[in-house]
């Protein structure tokens, strides 16, 4: 299965008081990198996010944004240090006996003391829950993720099918132009030998050698024979269940390279033109190749 290396997934989830939300943004990557950011609060949780979110990922780059707040609509229990409240209570009573001050100590002078008010334990608790919640949160858009990435891997997998059958048909078809180059050559050698001798009868053991030579240093058999055993091979990598993207971009570089070669014999323009149908159709090839898992 070819899956993409681009796609996107979202979760979100409500606990304890805690509106969790985490978007999964994923574009190809030479490996498997995950960057995530989140509320520095919460950093010491990024490692589980991490770990979480690379389980279905093995290659590309994942920009993982958290976002965790409290829920508006859930009322926040608070406490009181009453202990404190009373310790400020007295030592204001003591300093305006001993002092003779007038003024007394009042509501908003209490709740501006540091620590008097507090958010209540089962806010604690759900700190506690945090990283499980976190981590579920991460698994589900993660999931998410996944399924798009498959969704279009299954497209460019049916893309590149038709691709290599096109490349196949070009090898096809240069196979039928190669006994024709030598043929051509063969022809206008010895119309252009007759040219210069002037109907004087040419040496045809010394022509039949010189169209060997041409014949040997022409022949693309081997490079054709290499392109379909890739072709082959390509489409074998397309059904595998494993992370080809790169066997895949090194079999069309290698296919490339063969291209490239019967384009350096090629002293034929019907096969000059095959060759450049081949190489335009390798890089739209290897373009779609970037994306792949």
């Not at 009181?80 to 209570?89: K, P, R």
Request: proline share 2%; charged share 30%; glycine share 4%.
């Amino acid at each position: 299965m070819v899956i993409s290396m681009t796609g996107f997934g979202q979760a979100a989830r409500t606990t304890d008081g805690f509106r969790i939300q985490i978007d999964l943004k994923s574009v190809n990557h030479r490996y498997c990198e995950i960057v995530v950011r989140m509320p520095r609060e919460f950093a010491r949780y990024e490692n589980a996010v991490k770990a979480a979110v690379q389980q279905h990922v093995r290659r590309g780059r994942v920009d993982a944004f958290v976002t965790v707040e409290r829920d508006r609509d859930v009322p926040q229990a608070v406490e009181i240090d009453w202990s404190l409240a009373m310790g400020y209570v007295q030592a204001a009573e003591q300093l305006r006996e001993r002092l003779s001050l007038k003024d007394e100590l009042s509501l908003r002078d209490l709740l501006a003391i540091p620590g008097l008010v507090a958010i209540g334990q089962h806010q604690e608790m759900a700190e506690e829950r945090m990283e499980a919640e976190l981590v579920a949160c991460a698994v589900e858009a993660a999931r998410e993720l996944s399924d798009m990435r498959e969704k279009e891997g299954a497209f460019l997998q049916s893309d590149l099918m038709q691709r290599i059958g096109t490349m196949e048909h070009y090898c096809s078809t240069a196979s039928g132009i190669a006994p024709q180059v030598v043929q051509d050559y063969a022809g206008k050698l010895r119309a252009r030998i007759e040219e210069l001798l002037q109907q004087a009868p040419p040496d045809e053991q010394r022509l039949a050698m010189e169209i060997a030579v041409f014949a040997d240093r022409a022949s693309i058999a081997e490079e054709l024979t290499r392109l379909q055993s890739h072709c082959k091979q390509f489409r074998e990598l397309l059904k595998s269940s494993e992370p080809v993207g790169r066997k895949l971009d090194f079999l069309v570089q290698e296919m490339n390279r063969e291209a490239n070669t019967i384009g350096s014999k090629a002293n034929h323009a019907q096969l000059a033109s095959v060759v450049v149908d081949m190489k335009a159709e390798l890089e739209k090839m290897r373009e779609q190749i970037q994306n792949i898992e």
